[in-house]
């Protein structure tokens, strides 16, 4: 779930219902919208912004940790970065995440840097500055400072796999919905093979997700909470992420005051 990013809204690709069986390039009515959605929920925001908030997490024997988490976005003329830092264990935890219209995500993940990261409009010297700090691949499926949001779910890497396919509409949570199945051939061991979002087709908003491990089980269950409507724009207040293996659970409560 990934997850964080949606906060700040996408708008969604309205489709025709029951796809039909026809092709294009070898891709089915299904696939080709699939394809679209996804790439409509990954478009650039439309200006810097940050919010402020806690991280409330609940290990899987019930302890219960909470933490401050600032969730920064960082935009340009041709891409944009989101960071989120994080204090945990006298630690600073940072994570910055590029998104750029014609390649893949980059990642950097450290902790205890130097000083907390400014809220800069030069997305490569942020690049440069944390390059020693770059992971990829299975290291994506990782959690951010402890939580049940891995590195991948920040950075809505599902929405870059290769296989993106609109299911059905469904109604759920009060909501019409597309759903869109995301699936990557090869899953890391210890990742995702499989998320399906719930998208509302009036605000664009991830309704739920769920994410199916390497052996298509059930692994974690993500819904956005407290979703209002702020000076014209739909504003998620608070986000849940549940792994139904550990039983572990964290919220993210955003702080309204925060811009």
């Known amino acids: 779930m990934v997850p964080v990013a949606i906060a700040f809204g996408a708008a969604v690709l309205l489709f025709a219902s029951g796809a039909k069986a026809q092709t294009t390039n070898g891709l089915s009515d ?55 830092e994080t204090g945990i264990s006298n630690q600073l935890v940072t994570l910055l995440v590029i998104h750029c ?56 890497e599902f929405f870059h796999w290769p296989g993106q396919k609109i299911l059905k509409k469904e109604f759920r949570r009060n909501c019409s ?11 890391a061991t210890n990742g995702y093979s499989r998320v399906d979002s719930w998208i509302d087709e009036a605000s664009g908003g991830i309704v739920m997700a769920n994410a199916y491990d390497a052996q298509d089980r059930l692994l974690k269950e993500f819904y956005p909470k407290d979703v209002k409507k702020v000076n014209g724009q739909w504003q998620v207040e608070s986000m849940e992420i549940d792994n139904v293996q550990t039983g572990s659970r964290t919220r993210l409560e955003f702080d309204p005051k925060s811009r």
Not at 33 to 52: C, D, F, I, M, Y
Not at 177 to 187: F, R, Y
Request: proline fraction near 8%; hydrophobic fraction near 35%.
């Open 101 to 156: 219209p014609d390649r893949s995500n980059e990642y950097f993940y450290q902790t205890n840097p130097a000083k907390p990261v400014p809220l800069l409009g030069d997305i490569p010297y942020l690049g440069h500055l944390f390059r020693s700090a770059q992971v990829s691949g299975a290291e994506l499926m990782t959690p951010f400072a402890g939580s049940d949001f891995w590195i991948a779910d920040l950075g809505l």
């Open 30 to 84: 299904a696939e080709i919208q699939g394809r679209q959605l996804a790439q409509q929920l990954l478009e650039r925001p439309v200006e810097n912004s940050t919010k402020t908030g806690i991280l409330q997490i609940r290990d899987g024997k019930g302890g219960r940790t909470e933490v401050p988490v600032k969730c920064q976005v960082i935009v340009t003329a041709t891409n944009w970065a989101s960071v989120y």
């Open 177 to 187: 919905c597309a759903v869109l199945e995301s699936t990557i051939p090869d899953p």
